[in-house]
């Protein structure tokens, strides 16, 4: 029997590859997908995205969304509660829930933070894509067919130019020495909108890009709302 797995939801392009890996797994059922969004501004933590554009993929996924729901700017403490209280509606859901999936590549120090904060919960973490190499990952996802955008530029470590941009093989040849294909360093984030997990294209668009601190944020929206 196939063990039921909540995986951490983004919206980008490693946990999509995360969930594609999951379900090629048959030890596995992913029973529900997990994030974190500003209540105040109700965008998913970290990428910025919308949680309408959030919703629209996961619906498309056919998947329960669980929300962990923190005011922007929270405290660490108030980011582990609300992310326990998510993990506790779903387990009402799901019984047998005791894993949560990411889609993390190689930063050891926060993968033992996440199994850290996990065990003290009663849960543990799995890795699906950990230690693979990431380049090979990047042109990988392109090549599956996958469409994804640039949400979210760190300007520190990249040009704020690529904000908005799609994550494809030009991308890939433009990106600077020392920049990793996949973000994994946080250098960029992405949201997906085409892939083989949906039927069809999620009408996703990019408004225009927004500088916020040193970060540049892609405001997009489901074309035609």
Known sequence: MSVPVLLSWSGGKDATMALERL???PRWRVAGLLTTVTADGDRVGGHGVRRSVLQRQV???GLPLYVA?????ADNDTYEAAFAKALDVARRDEPRLATVAFGDLFLADVRAYREAQLARLGWSGLFPLWGEDTARLARHFIERGYRAIVCCVD???LDAAFCGREFDATLLR???PGCDPCGEN???HTC???GPPWAAALPISCRSCEQAGRFAYADLDIAGS
């Open 23 to 25: 379900r090629a797994d």
């Open 59 to 61: 619906d498309a996924l």
């Open 69 to 73: 729901e923190m005011p922007a700017g």
């Open 155 to 157: 300007t520190a470590q």
């Open 174 to 176: 433009d990106l600077p």
């Open 186 to 188: 946080g250098e960029f």
């Open 192 to 194: 997906v909108y085409a």
